[in-house]
C-alpha cells in the first residue's frame, strides 16, 4: 500500500533491523529487510526502494559488492544508499564511497542522527516522496488534508485511485508494468490480479478529467502506466 518513503534494509543482525524496524516506521516509512547481500540484489531487481540502508559485511554478497552492482545497473545507479559498518576507519570510509555509498554510518549509530541523514538524502534524491503537496499543472494532491483539486475544484476519488495517483506523480515520466503497480498500490503481498490495475486506471481517469480535460495518465503499450511528465509544461 502507498504510504510514506520505503526503504530496504539489508543487515543480518537481528537487533539493529528491530531498532531500524521500529524507529523509522514510526517515522512514517514503510520498511522491508533482507539478511543478505544476495537476497537483497534478487529484491531489488524487482522493485526499486527509495532508500536503501546497507550493512557492509553481509553473508551471501558483501555490500560493499552489492553496491557497485547496484551503480553498474540503469535501474539502480540512482538509488540513495547508506552504508552501515563497524569499521570507522577513513579508509573504510573512502572505500565506501567510491564504491557508490550517499553516505556512510559507523556502528553504533545514533538514530536520531540516522533519521536526520536519512530525511537530508531523500529531501535530495527524491523530494516528491517527503514533499506534501504534489503539483503538476491544474492538478495538486495534498497529503495532509489527503485531497486532490484540479483547476482550483476538489476531486473525488476513491482510496485505491488517490494511492494510485499519488504513486504516479511522486515519480512523473516514469513507466511503471502492472506488476509494479500492485506492489507499489496494493502490496508486494496483495493476491489481486494484475488486471485490476486496468480497472482502476480508468477509475482514475474518470475521476480526474471532465469533458475536454488533458489526460494525465499515459499509457505505453506493451509496458504499463506513467504520470506525463510534461502535464502542465
Not at 546497507?54 to 558483501?62: A, I, K, N, V, Y
Request: aromatic letters at 6%; glycine letters at 10%; a negative charge.
Amino acid at each position: 500500500m502507498a504510504g510514506g518513503p520505503r526503504i530496504l534494509i539489508a543487515e543480518d543482525e537481528d537487533a539493529i533491523v528491530l531498532l531500524l524496524r521500529y524507529n523509522l516506521e514510526a517515522e512514517g516509512y514503510e520498511v522491508e529487510t533482507v539478511e543478505r547481500g544476495d537476497l537483497a540484489e534478487e529484491r531489488l531487481r524487482d522493485t526499486v526502494p527509495d532508500l536503501l540502508l546497507l550493512d557492509w559485511m553481509l553473508p551471501g554478497l558483501s555490500g560493499i559488492e552489492l553496491c557497485r552492482r547496484l551503480r553498474r545497473r540503469e535501474e539502480t545507479k540512482g538509488l540513495p544508499v547508506i552504508m552501515l559498518t563497524a569499521r570507522g576507519e577513513e579508509a573504510e570510509r573512502i572505500r565506501g564511497f567510491e564504491t557508490g555509498a550517499d553516505d556512510y554510518v559507523v556502528k553504533p549509530f545514533s538514530m536520531p542522527e540516522l533519521l536526520a541523514r536519512i530525511g537530508a538524502l531523500l529531501r535530495r534524491t527524491a523530494p516528491n516522496r517527503v514533499a506534501d503537496l504534489l503539483e503538476a499543472g491544474d492538478i495538486t494532491l495534498d497529503r495532509r488534508a489527503h485531497r486532490v483539486r484540479r483547476g482550483g475544484e476538489d476531486l473525488h476519488l476513491g482510496p485505491t485511485e488517490y494511492r494510485m495517483l499519488e504513486f504516479l506523480m511522486e515519480r512523473p515520466g516514469r513507466v511503471f508494468s502492472r506488476a509494479q503497480l500492485l506492489d507499489g498500490v496494493w502490496g508486494m503481498d496483495s493476491e489481486i490480479d494484475d488486471r485490476t490495475v486496468d480497472v482502476h486506471v480508468g477509475r482514475l481517469r474518470k475521476g480526474l478529467n471532465r469533458s475536454g480535460d488533458r489526460d494525465p495518465i499515459r499509457t505505453v503499450r506493451g509496458a504499463g502506466y506513467a504520470f506525463d511528465e510534461t502535464y502542465g509544461r
